[in-house]
């Protein structure tokens, strides 16, 4: 699959999820409230977004063509870009 495809396919995953947990910015709102609670310190939503992206890139050094992590990297980093603005 080539960057393109493999963006399209992130995008349509994207819009999946929405539909399926609501908007990136009230679901990472609502795990940062939790976060915040376990970690027993403030967690911002793009906190809860580089954390994410960092489990995947964790994932990724053991199989770097993973594409599942390779797109959710994708999908997380638009889930950064929706809560960052």
């Known amino acids: ?11 349509r995953i994207v819009t999946a999820r929405r539909k399926a947990y609501g908007d990136a910015t009230s679901l990472f709102d609502q795990i940062a409230r939790r976060w915040s609670l376990t970690l027993g310190t ?17 994932r990724l050094t053991t ?10 990297v994708a999908g997380y980093a ?7 603005s």
């Open 42 to 58: 403030e967690v911002t939503t793009a906190q809860v977004a580089l954390c994410l992206i960092d489990l995947k890139l964790a």
């Open 63 to 72: 199989d770097h063509a993973h594409a599942d992590s390779i797109m959710d």
């Open 1 to 11: 699959m080539n960057g393109e495809a493999m963006l399209k396919e992130a995008t």
């Open 78 to 84: 638009a889930c950064l870009a929706e809560v960052t």
